[in-house]
């Protein structure tokens, strides 16, 4: 592995939490990587996972940075902590359940040197089961905000997805690898902290279309994502990360749209939620004996929960979020 030159040219940046196995896996395989294109620095946030393995890792991989978070601040927090620490010119922020080698990486940035307008740049992601994950993304809108909107749309948003040779053109991508130039990065101020999970990187891919940039994918290079690895681990964790998806879906519209359509898509999503969680909650008290059902219960108090301390904070931010009011 090409590292320990004064001038990095990548900085790899991995948030992680509590998901040390996967952490270990995708280490090893940056590990392996030898390359007289680019000099790496390997930063590792850990987010306070407060299981004793810090340490042990530090030891284990000396050549990389540790670094331990205060809490568990969030993804966007950990990321932006890692990136005041980095000293390449490009990051590239990965996620610990994946593995990677260095073609992705060497694609990714030379695309990025030989394309000054291009903000974000990705690729393709294989899970354990062999499958790609689906790449062609589109941002939260009236026409993408359900299932059913998005089949009703399927044609119009079919006609916006652009690809030409090995690139596809999403309007955003997976924050599982996400690559950006250190000069993007500062013009978009980063990743946004409002967001404690989930959001944050189509909120990223947002801001640098907003400033004219360009988000991108290639698709004749890959990693290996095992999805869901550093955070679908039991009922508990499950209800936390998806109650976090609805949460981070009201942030995303604050931030990104005002007036009427502000209103129209705060409204849909309340209703939706409300009455889907309070059904399927219903049913799992009656079978609350299977797994599955029984977190349906708890993401129905965790859904109606939230709605309320919304309504008391007047905020739409987790409580999770740094930048939630009264944060202590």
């Known amino acids: 592995m090409s590292i320990g030159k004064v001038n990095i040219d990548i900085s790899i940046v991995i948030v992680n939490y509590k998901s040390w196995k996967h952490l270990e896996n995708c280490l090893n395989s940056i590990n392996k990587i030898i390359s ?6 390997v930063i590792i946030v850990d987010n306070c996972s407060h299981d004793h393995l810090f340490e042990v890792f530090k030891k284990k991989f000396p050549q990389f940075i540790f670094i331990e978070n205060t809490g568990n601040n969030g993804f966007a927090n ?6 005041k620490s980095a000293k390449g010119n490009y990051f590239l922020f990965l996620n610990p359940d994946t593995i990677i080698s260095e073609e992705p990486i060497l694609k990714m940035y030379s695309f990025l040197k030989e394309n000054k ?7 393709n992601q294989l899970n354990t089961n062999g499958f790609y994950e689906k790449n062609i993304r589109f941002f939260l809108d009236l026409n993408t905000l359900f299932g059913l909107f998005r089949a009703l749309n399927k044609k119009k948003l079919s006609a916006r997805v652009l690809q030409k040779n090995n690139v596809l053109y999403p309007d955003w991508v997976s924050g599982a690898i996400v690559f950006i130039g250190r ?18 990187d189509v909120n990223l891919s947002k801001k640098v279309s907003d400033v004219g940039g360009i988000v991108a994918l290639l698709t004749n290079t890959e990693i290996i994502h095992n999805h869901g690895g550093s955070s679908r681990i039991n009922i ?45 909650g219903s049913i799992g008290v009656l079978f609350f004996f299977i797994p599955k059902l029984r977190l349906n219960v708890y993401l129905c108090f965790n859904t109606i929960k939230y709605y309320i301390s ?6 739409w931010l987790s409580s999770r979020s740094l930048n939630y009011p009264n944060k202590i």
């Open 310 to 315: 919304s309504l008391i904070n007047r905020t």
């Open 183 to 200: 000069e993007w990065f500062d013009k978009i101020n980063g990743w946004d902290e409002d967001f404690w999970m989930y959001y944050e």
């Open 78 to 83: 950990g990321c932006n902590l890692g990136a």
């Open 236 to 280: 508990k964790t499950a209800s936390i990360t998806k109650t976090e998806v609805l949460i981070s879906k009201h942030v995303y519209i604050r931030h990104n749209y005002t007036g009427i359509k502000h209103f129209i898509l705060h409204f849909l999503l309340i209703i939706n939620n409300l009455i889907g969680k309070i059904i399927a």
């Open 117 to 123: 307008n291009i903000g974000v740049v990705s690729c």
């Open 36 to 41: 007289n294109e680019f000099f790496l620095e």
